[in-house]
């Protein structure tokens, strides 16, 4: 069981940075495989970036490679989510997710192989 919670959302003008934070309950290095989605307004939620259990392998949605970086404290358990060059179009709730499926069976973005999600935080990027 993992209890995972959202922070540093907010407003921002376009060009703009934000780390988002996720605070784990318990430990998730070789443990969980972490997430992050966002969901903007109308659209489904969807996958944003990802990274392994091992902590050795990240993965990004096109829209976001080379503006998003995925990063973990492993002695606070924290994933973070830094994103720069912000856009309008990155406007959403961003969630943060575990999983707890094998290595060699998750499927990064994917929302039904994550076991546990936080309550979202809130971004939004004006012009």
């Known amino acids: 069981q993992v209890q995972l919670a959202e922070s540093g959302g907010g407003l921002v003008q376009a060009g703009d940075s934000l780390r988002l934070s996720c605070a784990a309950s318990?430990?998730?290095?070789?443990?969980?495989?972490m997430g992050w989605f966002r969901q903007g307004p109308g659209k489904e939620r969807e996958f944003v970036a990802a990274l392994s259990r091992s902590g050795f392998n990240t993965y990004y949605t096109d829209s976001v490679k080379g503006r998003f970086t995925i990063s973990r404290d492993n002695a606070e358990n924290i994933v973070y989510l830094e994103m720069n060059s912000l856009k309008p179009e990155d406007t959403a709730v961003y969630y943060c997710?575990?999983?707890?499926?094998?290595?060699?069976?998750?499927?990064?973005?994917?929302?039904?192989?994550?076991?546990?999600w936080g309550q979202g935080t809130q971004v939004t990027v004006s012009s």
């Open positions: 318990r430990r998730t290095f070789n443990n969980y495989a």
């Open positions: 997710a575990a999983s707890a499926k094998l290595y060699l069976g998750i499927r990064y973005s994917q929302l039904d192989d994550y076991d546990y």
